[in-house]
């Protein structure tokens, strides 16, 4: 008697692209012959959403993987995942002490993105960064705002995006004796409306923040970064949160990455060049834009990690997956402990009212984040729980697109009919 061979799927990452990818997938194959493995490097699910708060104050609950993935019949393993051979189907996991080699029939590729600290000299050596762990990662960096609460000191913050801005708010609150100092190289907030801008300037400014606007940083030394004039700025304190890019094994292992090193990939989440591997979350950038931007975002990593799933089981089932397709709702951008502002972005990622601000805007901003935090384990109970809306946009814009063409090459024809 013969048994046919289980399909092995290995996913790598479990923040929020790869465990709701992980935990659906497996709801959804639950009658099919598949094998799900899930690796990552820390054995509880950070929420990157909260790193910020987790640094002013690191009493946050974390929820352990093997407890979400209880009763899923998924493989755990808490690892760092340190290469992957296309040609032979393989990853090599790191994992208490031993190389571990693993061989999949489909890869899900969710490794995330991390802070960029290769493009300015110093960054590396020595600024914070909010990464859940590592050398200056969130951990050190509340042991040093602790200190430099009690002694009174500068912090200097670079960034002037939705995480410094944050992670400005949230620091100066926690700690008064902090002066904090955020510098950018545009304005502050100028990634969003005017209006949303102005705002959260108001915010930063009632909490004693300053702005080093137009500034942009060319070197870190230890207590001083260096303007592109030259002239220096002193802090006691520095945390780095100017772009995010993709990890490296990526490109090392030879898939098709673009500039950030993101994996590129079709609308069905397969990468370009390597089509067993998927790609989810902010590692990953499809080739065609889903007829909304694909940002790096808690909410893009949710979709994509649950579209992945659904794409796959439809693989696994002989079915034609769809490509993806989906529409923002809105954002919400924390000030503090009691503030926030939240907008609507709907359909195309663009800002828009009504804008909901103070305890109003926070709560709603909680409301998010607990979301994100019980979506695996929703997902784990009723397999396919996350639904969103313009799963039709790609189709549409694609037939429109077409008939377009079709219309400027008539057109064409009417036009230069001597050119036939
Ligand atoms: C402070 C902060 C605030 C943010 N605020 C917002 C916000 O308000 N709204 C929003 O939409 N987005 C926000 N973001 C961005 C958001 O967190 C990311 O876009 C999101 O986490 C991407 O999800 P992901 O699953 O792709 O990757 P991640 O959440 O980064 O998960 C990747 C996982 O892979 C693991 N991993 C990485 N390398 C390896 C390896 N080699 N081996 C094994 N495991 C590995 C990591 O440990 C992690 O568990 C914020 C980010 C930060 C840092």
Same mark, same amino acid.
């Given at each position: 008697?013969?048994?046919?061979?289980?399909?092995?799927?290995?996913?790598?990452?479990?923040?929020?692209?790869?465990?709701?990818? +992980?935990?659906?997938?497996?709801?959804?194959? @639950?009658?099919?012959?598949?094998?799900?493995?899930?690796?990552?490097?820390?054995?509880?699910?950070?929420?990157?959403?909260?790193?910020?708060?987790?640094?002013?104050?690191?009493?946050?609950?974390?929820?352990?993987?093997?407890?979400?993935?209880?009763?899923?019949?998924?493989?755990?393993?808490?690892?760092?995942?340190?290469?992957?051979?296309?040609? +032979?189907?393989?990853?090599?996991?790191?994992?208490?002490?031993?190389?571990?080699?693993?061989?999949?029939?489909?890869?899900?590729?969710?490794? #995330?993105?991390?802070?960029?600290?290769?493009?300015?000299?110093?960054?590396?050596?020595?600024?914070?960064?909010?990464?859940?762990?590592?050398? @200056?990662?969130?951990?050190?960096?509340?042991?040093?705002?602790?200190?430099?609460?009690?002694?009174?000191?500068?912090?200097?913050?670079?960034?002037?995006?939705?995480?410094?801005?944050?992670?400005?708010?949230?620091?100066?609150?926690?700690?008064?004796?902090?002066?904090?100092?955020?510098?950018?190289?545009?304005?502050?907030?100028?990634?969003?409306?005017?209006?949303?801008?102005?705002?959260?300037?108001?915010?930063?400014?009632?909490?004693?923040?300053?702005?080093?606007?137009?500034?942009?940083?060319?070197?870190?030394?230890?207590?001083?970064? =260096?303007?592109?004039?030259?002239?220096?700025? *002193?802090?006691?304190?520095?945390?780095?949160?100017?772009?995010?890019?993709?990890?490296?094994?990526?490109?090392?292992?030879?898939?098709?990455?673009?500039?950030?090193?993101?994996?590129?990939?079709?609308?069905?989440?397969?990468?370009?060049?390597? *089509?067993?591997?998927?790609?989810?979350?902010?590692?990953?950038? *499809?080739?065609?834009?889903?007829?909304?931007?694909?940002?790096?975002?808690?909410?893009?990593?949710?979709?994509? #990690?649950?579209?992945?799933?659904?794409?796959?089981?439809?693989?696994?089932?002989?079915?034609?997956?769809? *490509?993806?397709?989906?529409?923002?709702?809105?954002?919400? =951008?924390?000030?503090?402990?009691?503030?926030?502002?939240?907008?609507?972005?709907?359909?195309?990622?663009?800002?828009?009212?009504?804008?909901?601000?103070?305890?109003?805007?926070?709560?709603?901003?909680?409301?998010?984040?607990?979301?994100?935090?019980?979506?695996?384990?929703?997902?784990?109970?009723?397999?396919?729980?996350?639904?969103?809306?313009?799963?039709?946009?790609?189709?549409?814009?694609?037939?429109?697109?077409?008939?377009?063409?079709?219309?400027?090459?008539?057109?064409?024809?009417?036009?230069?009919?001597?050119?036939?």
């Amino acid at each position: 008697m013969t048994t046919e061979s289980k399909t092995r799927i290995i996913i790598i990452g479990a923040g929020y692209a790869g465990l709701v990818a +992980t935990v659906r997938l497996a709801g959804k194959t @639950r009658k099919q012959n598949v094998s799900i493995t899930l690796v990552n490097a820390a054995d509880v699910f950070v929420e990157r959403l909260r790193l910020h708060e987790m640094a002013a104050s690191p009493t946050i609950p974390q929820k352990r993987i093997t407890d979400i993935l209880d009763g899923t019949g998924v493989d755990f393993i808490q690892g760092i995942v340190t290469n992957i051979d296309l040609q +032979t189907h393989s990853i090599c996991v790191q994992s208490n002490g031993n190389d571990i080699h693993i061989e999949y029939d489909k890869l899900v590729y969710a490794l #995330g993105s991390t802070i960029d600290r290769e493009s300015v000299k110093g960054v590396g050596e020595y600024a914070y960064l909010l990464n859940p762990s590592g050398k @200056r990662s969130v951990e050190q960096l509340h042991q040093r705002l602790i200190e430099t609460n009690t002694a009174g000191g500068r912090m200097l913050i670079v960034g002037g995006g939705a995480t410094g801005i944050e992670a400005a708010a949230e620091f100066a609150e926690t700690f008064p004796n902090i002066h904090i100092q955020l510098a950018t190289q545009g304005q502050v907030g100028d990634f969003t409306r005017k209006e949303i801008a102005d705002y959260m300037r108001q915010s930063l400014t009632r909490f004693g923040v300053t702005f080093q606007e137009n500034t942009r940083i060319t070197e870190l030394r230890a207590d001083t970064a =260096i303007t592109e004039n030259g002239s220096p700025i *002193p802090f006691d304190i520095c945390l780095w949160t100017g772009g995010f890019a993709a990890l490296p094994l990526a490109r090392e292992s030879g898939l098709t990455v673009n500039e950030r090193g993101q994996i590129l990939i079709d609308p069905f989440m397969r990468s370009i060049s390597h *089509p067993d591997v998927y790609a989810v979350g902010d590692s990953a950038q *499809p080739v065609e834009q889903p007829n909304a931007p694909y940002r790096m975002s808690a909410f893009v990593a949710a979709i994509s #990690g649950a579209h992945t799933a659904d794409c796959l089981s439809k693989v696994l089932r002989g079915q034609a997956p769809k *490509p993806l397709s989906y529409v923002f709702y809105g954002q919400a =951008i924390a000030l503090g402990q009691n503030d926030a502002i939240a907008f609507m972005t709907y359909p195309d990622d663009k800002p828009k009212h009504p804008f909901l601000t103070g305890k109003a805007g926070y709560n709603l901003r909680g409301f998010f984040l607990r979301f994100f935090a019980v979506l695996p384990e929703l997902e784990k109970r009723m397999p396919g729980a996350l639904f969103w809306t313009g799963k039709g946009r790609f189709e549409a814009a694609k037939r429109r697109a077409g008939r377009s063409q079709a219309q400027t090459v008539q057109i064409h024809m009417i036009d230069k009919p001597e050119a036939q």
